[in-house]
């Protein structure tokens, strides 16, 4: 199972970057995504999540985290089984390296925890100048 993170990039505060998630060997239905992001010297965090069941609902279930709610917006391509994350209105404290990561659709409620995932992608480093 291969997840591959992309989109990373260099971008001035204010600006827009937007990550993209792809599965191989893994079918995204079975799993749902989150992203999650680490700075140095501190603990991975949680960015958002969105439930891949279903590919043909419109209003599919998503969360965010706090620091991104309003800013980032998490969606889905069951068909590609890719997953993006549009970030717009960055700001220097968003700098870090972003990770893409399955959990089985059964542990839904455990989305927001890194530990509970079960495959990582290796990350994309996104970084906001001031």
């Known amino acids: ?72 917006t998490i969606s889905r391509d069951n068909g590609r089984n890719t997953v993006h994350l549009q970030m717009s209105n960055l700001k220097p404290e968003d700098t870090a390296v972003y990770y893409c990561a399955a959990i089985s659709a059964t542990k839904w409620r455990y989305v927001r925890f890194s530990a509970k995932h079960d495959y990582w992608g290796q990350g994309t480093q996104v970084t906001v100048s001031s």
């Open 1 to 72: 199972v291969q997840l591959q993170a992309s989109g990373g990039g260099l971008v001035q505060a204010g600006g827009s970057l937007s990550l993209s998630c792809a599965a191989s060997s893994l079918t995204f239905g079975n799993y749902d995504v989150g992203w999650f992001r680490q700075a140095p010297g501190t603990e991975r965090r949680f960015v958002a999540a969105i439930d891949m069941s279903a590919p043909d609902r419109s209003d599919v279930n998503k969360v965010y985290g706090s620091s991104v709610e309003g800013r980032f």
